[in-house]
């Protein structure tokens, strides 16, 4: 069976950033089970996996639009260093949990100056082309349960 939307795929992959350093795989680890077209995984690697099938081995590059976007500047900002009571020491990379108008986001500290604390609250691989080693373990029919709830269930998916 060839990879199409709502078939569910097993994988292993090793993504890499543009240097080539290995970011995160799953190599030694459970493959990753997914349900295609339903955003389960970024866009552009879902996209460049239609059509393949188990055995297949492919590399993937995926441009920061097809992946976590563009760096957005206005999510990098400056915050007072009293925003961090009771954090002893200020890490670069350290990230937290901010209040913002939406809801709570993530952010990352880029910088720790006299006068405050640099925060981006941009996705880590934002503005990052992505590339991936892909080899395709296992691919199949999602049941009517799984394209319902828009995840896989089941062994390497989600358990209710």
Do not use: C, W
């Amino acid at each position: 069976m060839q990879i199409t939307e709502n078939a569910v795929v097993s994988m292993h992959y090793t993504l890499k950033d543009e240097q080539g350093q290995e970011l995160d795989s799953s190599i030694g680890q459970e493959p990753l089970v997914f349900l295609s077209g339903a955003q389960n995984i970024i866009d552009g690697l879902d996209k460049s996996l239609q059509g393949k099938a188990a055995g297949d081995k492919l590399e993937v590059s995926v441009a920061p639009e097809d992946g976590y976007g563009a760096i957005h500047e206005e999510l990098i900002q400056k915050v007072p260093t009293e925003n961090f009571q009771g954090v002893d020491d200020i890490q670069i990379g350290m990230q937290f949990m901010a209040q913002t108008p939406d809801g709570q986001q993530p952010v990352t500290v880029i910088g720790v100056e006299e006068d405050g604390v640099m925060l981006d609250g941009n996705h880590p691989l934002a503005g990052k082309t992505l590339n991936f080693n892909v080899e395709i373990i296992d691919v199949r029919e999602a049941s009517a349960e799984e394209l319902e709830h828009g995840h896989v269930h089941g062994e390497g998916g989600h358990q209710h």
